[in-house]
């Protein structure tokens, strides 16, 4: 690794300024080009990043094409993920991809083959994976002296409200709605710091569309490996944000969300494991991290692919009514 590691960003929305921000903070990281088909996002990332005309692409292949780079950041809608990934797999370069990592469970499972057969590293943008709440219930989870046998987990916020009308509403580039937006983070969330393997989930969704793409609430009901159940609700429709995961095993209760862990045994005692609030990484720091120790990064393409084909599965069942299984060999 140089003493500068160069990277290109592939869209330049909300998220592609974060994590250039990012990028322009660290010591050794540096953004030398940007891409995106947005004139303005384009006009916005030279100002904001002090790059030259030359520098601005309005096609990310004519970026991987010319500049000589070490790293990309995905931060462009849903669907193009998969064609970008794998682009910049193609120009041997490692990548730092927005959830999810595809829409598609089959693309995704490509990309996985791919990054786990090659000496790449993607890194997925899940920033709970990040959290010291999130670490610390991961622990507490496995430490943990009885099986799970039943979870649920829930995430709102007023999505439809602050997101309706824009791409992350617009099947043809998010993939669905809220659930594969917001609802992504909490199902990654919840398969992450328990370890469950999805089998099954039926689903009811409110579909604000005639064609029953673009939905504001999901109500998911899920079995996993080893006769466990557990449920996945998630609402755009609230006046606020919450989130929280209760994870129940044979001896205790543990509750989580992004700041706090509650455990509680079988006769209501609770305790409060201390969360270190002030080591979470940025995404780019840990991206870089795992780059220099050749770690496998917090966020991996498989536990994307993961969430992914829980989530495929789950619109399937909401719009045919039926329970679905999850692929998780897809072809």
Same mark, same amino acid.
């Given at each position: 690794m140089s003493d500068n590691y160069l990277f290109g960003v592939v869209g330049y929305?909300?998220?592609?300024g974060v994590l250039a921000g990012q990028i322009r903070d660290h010591e050794r990281a540096k953004v030398v080009c940007v891409a995106d088909v947005s004139a303005e996002a384009r006009r916005r990332a030279g100002a904001e990043l002090d790059l030259p005309a030359r520098s601005l692409y309005e096609e990310y292949d004519d970026l991987l094409a010319t500049e000589e780079l070490d790293a990309v950041v995905v931060a462009t809608p849903h669907v193009?993920?998969?064609e970008q990934v794998?682009?910049?797999?193609?120009?041997e370069l490692d990548v730092l991809c927005e959830k999810p990592l595809c829409v598609e469970? +089959? /693309?995704?499972?490509e990309i996985v083959d791919r990054v786990e057969t090659s000496d790449r590293t993607v890194m997925l943008g899940y920033q709970r994976h990040l959290s010291g709440a999130y670490r610390t219930a991961r +622990? @507490?989870?496995?430490e943990s002296t009885g099986d799970i046998v039943y979870v649920d987990a829930e995430i709102t916020q007023p999505y439809m409200d602050l997101f309706g009308g824009t791409w992350r509403t617009d099947p043809e580039l998010s993939g669905g709605s809220v659930t594969y937006d917001t609802g992504n983070h909490l199902i990654d969330g919840l398969l992450w710091t328990t370890g469950l393997t999805p089998v099954s989930v039926s689903a009811e969704m409110a579909f604000e569309d005639g064609d029953r793409r673009v939905e504001s609430d999901a109500a998911l009901s899920v079995a996993f490996e080893g006769g466990v159940t557990g449920t996945v609700a998630v609402s755009g429709r609230t006046p606020r944000f919450t989130e929280r995961i209760r994870v129940w095993t044979e001896d205790e209760e543990i509750r989580f /969300?992004?700041?706090e862990v509650v455990t509680l045994d079988e006769d209501g005692n609770e305790w409060r494991p +201390? =969360?270190? @609030?002030?080591?979470?990484?940025?995404k780019v720091e840990a991206f870089v991290d795992a780059i220099e120790s050749g770690d496998e990064p917090p966020a991996t393409a498989r536990d994307s692919f993961r969430s992914v084909a829980l989530t495929a599965a789950a619109y399937e069942a909401a719009r045919t009514g039926r329970r679905v299984? =999850?692929?998780?060999d897809p072809s």
């Open positions: 929305g909300w998220l592609g193009f993920h998969h794998a682009a910049a797999l193609d120009a469970p +089959r /693309n995704a499972k +622990r @507490r989870i496995a /969300n992004e700041d +201390r =969360v270190d @609030r002030g080591d979470d990484p940025t299984d =999850v692929d998780l």
